[in-house]
């Protein structure tokens, strides 16, 4: 499976820097063709003669030694798939805070594809809240890790830390690249955000959806082969992006696209109600205590969208604080839509504005599946290969 995949290892400072000699190796017994870019501080674990010979390839340092017309850091991003191991604390924290101070950060920073980050260290710099911190950013951020196990570590105590065996990234990178291409040749357009319902030129009515659920299907849909196209109420990167404000504005867009694509995912937020008289100037404060806007019904575009003979799959998202389970089969009912995900915004730990979620996936004949509360992007994947099933 590995056969003629580019694969780029990077290997930062830290003590299991020796065993990636053995995962190269594994790379090329499977007919990969690896690169390898360190960072200086990897150079006092290994040596590039090492690399270069088991790599059979330049091993790359340093981002100003430039010999062809494109700067290196670019030239390394063309892999399939970026594997980072072993993971310093020091590059996971500079990763996270899109630091690029070496060739190695600034090649992580451009690449677009996935990353595999393979930590390793002493137990108390994983524990460290701050280290942490930083790789539930990457995770949300979509970047795999594979976390350390349990075992003897290098500064002679027991405890987690240890990288995982050459064998066992090895297997993950196999796992990665197989479901990179589960999508492949499929277009999927998402929508994501809360709609902006615009009063006058300086207010509007919107919602609690901060697109985050929009945007980890993006990235998973993206990282399976898919073409996304990600029409959202704001402006994201790394993503062919359409950036709508209204309800009216995103539903021109969808219909626009609807025929091109082969599957339609709802998750924005669309506001059900839009201000009948928009106010060309700003609405001046009087003397009256309050003030009456007169709302009047938004396209429902999912319905509209369903209704289409000739349309692709279309996957809408409800959000409930109440009978989650029966206001949801009520919905796809209602809709006509292929699927339906279901989240309970009644919780504070998962749905609107958080990095977590906790969903029922329910189709057309009304058949449930949970998935049980991870993180955003580990959901996405899971809906992803569920619809796609
Ligand atoms: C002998 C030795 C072993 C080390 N092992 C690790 C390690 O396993 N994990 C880690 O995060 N840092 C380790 N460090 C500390 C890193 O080398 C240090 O934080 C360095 O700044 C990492 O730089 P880099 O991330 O740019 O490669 C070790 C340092 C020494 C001297």
């Not at 290997?11 to 870019?37: D, F, H, M, Q």
């Not at 009515?205 to 990282?223: D, W």
Request: charged share 25%.
């Amino acid at each position: 499976m590995l056969k003629d995949k580019n694969i780029l290892i990077g290997i930062t400072g830290g003590i299991a820097a020796y065993k990636i000699c053995n995962l190269i190796r594994l790379y090329k017994k499977a007919g990969a063709n690896v690169s390898v870019v360190v960072t200086p501080n990897a150079l006092n674990f290994v040596t590039k003669l090492t690399l270069q010979s088991l790599s059979q390839n330049e091993v790359y340092s340093d981002c100003f030694e430039i010999d062809e017309y494109k700067p290196e850091h670019i030239a390394l991003t063309e892999a399939d798939i970026f594997v980072i191991a072993p993971a310093s604390a020091n590059t996971i924290s500079k990763l996270a805070n899109g630091i690029c101070d070496n060739l190695l950060l600034s090649t992580a920073c451009a690449y677009q594809k996935q990353i595999l980050i393979v930590p390793a260290m002493n137990t108390g710099m994983w524990n460290n809240k701050f280290i942490q911190e930083n790789l539930v950013k990457l995770k949300n951020s979509g970047y795999s890790i594979l976390s350390p196990s349990e075992g003897f570590l290098a500064c002679g105590t027991n405890g987690v830390g240890r990288m995982r065996e050459p064998e066992e990234i090895f297997e993950e990178t196999e796992r990665i690249l197989n479901s990179t291409k589960k999508l492949a040749g499929k277009k999927i357009l998402i929508t994501a955000g809360g709609t902006k319902e615009k009063i006058d030129p300086v207010r509007f009515i919107t919602n609690a959806s901060s697109g985050k659920m929009g945007l980890a299907l993006a990235q998973q849909a993206q990282n399976m082969g898919a073409d996304v196209t990600l029409v959202s109420t704001f402006k994201a990167h790394g993503f062919n992006n359409i950036v709508t404000e209204t309800a009216f504005e995103m539903e021109k867009v969808v219909k626009e696209n609807l025929k091109e694509n082969d599957c339609i995912i709802m998750t924005a937020a669309v506001a059900d109600y839009r201000v009948r008289n928009y106010s060309e100037q700003k609405i001046k404060k009087d003397d009256s205590d309050s003030m009456t806007l007169e709302l009047v019904k938004n396209p429902d575009i999912l319905k509209e969208i369903s209704e289409e003979k000739e349309r692709p799959m279309v996957v809408g998202f409800c959000a409930e604080s109440e009978n989650l389970l029966e206001n949801a089969k009520s919905k796809i009912r209602k809709k006509g839509c292929d699927y339906i995900i279901a989240n309970d915004i009644s919780r504070c730990d998962i749905g609107f504005n958080t990095d977590e979620n906790e969903v029922y996936i329910i189709n057309k004949n009304l058949q449930t599946k949970h998935l049980d509360k991870a993180s955003k992007q580990e959901i996405a994947k899971k809906i992803l290969e569920e619809i796609f099933e």
